[in-house]
């Protein structure tokens, strides 16, 4: 059994039927409707096959969908929201192993910011998934895995709105594995509590400070060719797969790639670059200076 919750828009108030669909009627969702429900996993499109409604993975106490009233301690399973980047067919191809519901979206198909693609969401059950905060280093890592998902729906109100006429898929399989993902977030978090302190150390020692006054940006152009980068005359790289470079070095020294994640100064694009510790980054980049 399937345990979610969800709203509904009231269809009679004052004896007077209200047929305005929940996009249009979305202060319904601040009442305290929520129902929290079991229901069989080759049922779920009976809930989400609606205009009326609105349903989440999480319980909510008083059945209002406020943080404070927020609890996961029954939930089985993920709700994946994907607005664009992959299609139905290469997200079936993805979760083939995984007992998953698919179901289009609202705006499926349907042009919205100048896109018309497939607009989705994919449901997998899981019997593993953290409790409580930990749930949300598990979503980190889900988004690191899967970063075609919608990060923004991974919060403790996140929930989403049913379409009537939507189509769906069921796939039968294994259940998903929340476990992996959690340790390694785990692991990451330990690792960054790591490097603070080893960062820390050479704060103390003032040796960071030392060598970053010795950067002028033609050093850190040397640094990123040294890892392999072509740096032209405008002090732009490819940092990755493109046809012009996006990823550029300040006047004064800052790493930039405006296409990607990347931020960051010469000792942290080598420890990124060169999947160096911070201590022999550091000694790295020393010999530049």
Known sequence: MINLSYLEVPLYKNKRSIMTKLKDAMFYTAEPLYKSIQIEFNKLHEIVNSDYRQYSPFNFTDGKKISDNWNNDNQN???LDIDDNI???EAKY???DYKY???TT???QIEKQGKVCDRFRVILQS???PKGDKYFEFTEMLEKKYPFIDKQVNTKTGAFLGHHGCTWWYQDGKLFECTPLLNMAQKIEKLKRFKQVEIKQYEDDGEVEKIKAGLTRERVADIVSS???DVNRQFKFKYREERTPSASIRQDGYIKDFGGDLATDAIGFIQEAKGLSFKDAINYVRNFV
């Open 94 to 96: 993805i979760f083939q």
């Open 227 to 229: 890892c392999g980068f």
């Open 106 to 108: 609202k705006s499926h």
């Open 127 to 129: 019997e593993d998934i």
């Open 77 to 79: 399973i993920i709700i």
């Open 87 to 89: 299609s139905i067919d």
């Open 101 to 103: 519901f698919i179901c």
